[in-house]
């Protein structure tokens, strides 16, 4: 329903990063719901919600968080979707969500990361929700300084290890939405970095990078730490603040790694692994998730010891997963 009037400050929730400049320039209100999902005191208890209302054991715990978050909050009436280039299980989440009444709309990053497809995507959502190029525009400059804020953030972790994995993780995978509030975000990672730039220089005896989709492990940043191991690389949050930001809102989503084949993520990864020398990767990927098949290619062709670890609902690492991650760490630091 192209220029479909939304009353502003309407909340919308997104499956996944999506162009949010559209929806800022709107006067609406971003939500990403794997964010809303997972930091909630009840993530664990919302996946075995979802599976008493009929979800398969063997869906992902992501779609199931996704689904039962929504069940608790009504007031996000309007949901993105993004059927391509994010999970396959989408489809059917939006089939549950319309049979709710929710309004839903649909968002496809093109598998041959086209330009004209990808540009085609981009007008039909700013059709939808009533905005034109130079409105889009301008939310596109007010996000820059905040974007480099982020890129800052990064080169504090990675340089001189001022900002810790866990901080670095927290802040760059709330830049799908910017916590819902663009403008008090920007102040909290001002006042972070001004405070981050007085610490000490830190150095971790294991240098690693974190790829794959974030985890839903609650606590791995603080075991590694403990091992004396820092992530100093944080693949997919890293993506999330747009680093490739280009002069337009197509090119900077064009750069973006996550949505398309994995041989672009390779080569950012591999980047990443040459200039922040990295000891070694931990590669996390979901119980039920079509990603895990990509292990194969990734261990093929980057030059550092991987370790892959599998998570499933949201709990703390188990046992034999710290087991993995010390001797990994232990390996490397010989």
């Given at each position: 329903?192209?220029?479909?009037?939304?009353?502003p400050?309407?909340?919308?929730?997104?499956?996944?990063t999506?162009?949010?400049?559209v929806?800022?320039?709107?006067?609406?209100?971003?939500?990403?719901?794997?964010?809303?999902?997972?930091?909630?005191?009840?993530?664990?208890?919302?996946?075995?919600?979802?599976?008493e209302?009929?979800?398969?054991?063997?869906?992902?715990?992501?779609?199931?968080?996704?689904?039962a978050?929504?069940?608790?909050?009504?007031?996000?009436?309007?949901?993105?979707?993004?059927?391509?280039?994010?999970?396959?299980n989408?489809?059917a989440?939006?089939e549950?969500?319309?049979?709710?009444g929710?309004?839903?709309?649909?968002?496809?990053?093109?598998?041959?990361?086209?330009?004209r497809?990808?540009?085609?995507?981009?007008?039909?959502?700013m059709?939808?929700?009533?905005?034109?190029?130079?409105?889009?525009?301008?939310?596109?400059d007010?996000?820059?300084?905040?974007?480099?804020?982020?890129?800052?953030?990064d080169?504090?972790?990675?340089q001189?290890?001022?900002?810790?994995?866990?901080?670095?993780?927290?802040f760059?995978?709330?830049?799908?939405?910017?916590?819902?509030?663009?403008?008090?975000?920007?102040?909290?990672?001002?006042?972070?970095?001004?405070?981050?730039?007085?610490?000490?220089?830190?150095?971790?005896?294991?240098?690693?990078?974190?790829?794959?989709?974030?985890?839903?492990?609650?606590?791995?940043?603080?075991?590694?730490?403990?091992?004396?191991?820092?992530?100093?690389?944080?693949?997919?949050?890293?993506?999330?603040?747009?680093?490739?930001a280009g002069?337009?809102?197509?090119?900077?989503?064009?750069?973006?790694?996550?949505?398309y084949?994995?041989?672009?993520?390779?080569?950012?990864?591999?980047?990443?692994?040459?200039?922040?020398?990295?000891d070694?990767?931990?590669?996390?990927?979901?119980?039920?998730?079509?990603?895990?098949?990509?292990?194969?290619?990734?261990?093929?062709?980057?030059a550092?010891?991987?370790?892959?670890?599998?998570?499933?609902?949201?709990?703390?690492?188990?046992?034999?997963?710290?087991?993995?991650?010390e001797?990994?760490?232990?390996?490397l630091?010989?």
């Open positions: 329903m192209p220029g479909t009037n939304y009353r400050g309407t909340k919308v929730g997104l499956t996944t999506i162009p949010v400049e929806i800022l320039a709107a006067g609406l209100v971003p939500v990403d719901l794997n964010n809303l999902f997972i930091a909630s005191e009840s993530a664990y208890r919302r996946v075995a919600q979802a599976e209302a009929g979800f398969p054991r063997t869906v992902c715990a992501w779609i199931k968080g996704i689904y978050t929504l069940l608790e909050h009504p007031e996000i009436t309007v949901v993105i979707a993004v059927t391509q280039g994010d999970c396959s989408t489809h989440l939006m549950l969500l319309q049979a709710q929710r309004d839903l709309v649909s968002f496809e990053f093109p598998f041959s990361r086209n330009r497809l990808l540009a085609q995507q981009i007008e039909q959502l059709a939808r929700f009533g905005v034109d190029g130079p409105q889009v525009r301008q939310i596109q007010r996000l820059a300084p905040l974007r480099q804020d982020l890129l800052a953030l080169e504090l972790t990675w001189e290890g001022r900002v810790s994995g866990r901080e670095n993780f927290q760059l995978i709330a830049s799908s939405d910017f916590n819902s509030d663009v403008n008090a975000f920007a102040e909290q990672l001002t006042a972070f970095l001004d405070q981050a730039r007085q610490r000490p220089r830190r150095t971790a005896l294991v240098r690693l990078g974190l790829i794959g989709i974030p985890p839903i492990f609650s606590d791995l940043f603080e075991y590694l730490q403990g091992l004396g191991a820092e992530v100093v690389f944080n693949e997919v949050p890293r993506q999330f603040s747009m680093p490739g002069e337009d809102l197509v090119g900077q989503y064009l750069a973006y790694t996550y949505p084949d994995v041989f672009a993520r390779i080569k950012d990864i591999a980047e990443a692994i040459r200039i922040r020398h990295l070694g990767l931990i590669h996390y990927t979901q119980n039920f998730c079509f990603r895990q098949t990509q292990d194969l290619l990734l261990r093929q062709r980057l550092v010891p991987i370790l892959t670890i599998e998570g499933d609902r949201p709990s703390a690492l188990d046992h034999r997963t710290r087991m993995r991650l001797a990994f760490v232990d390996v630091r010989r």
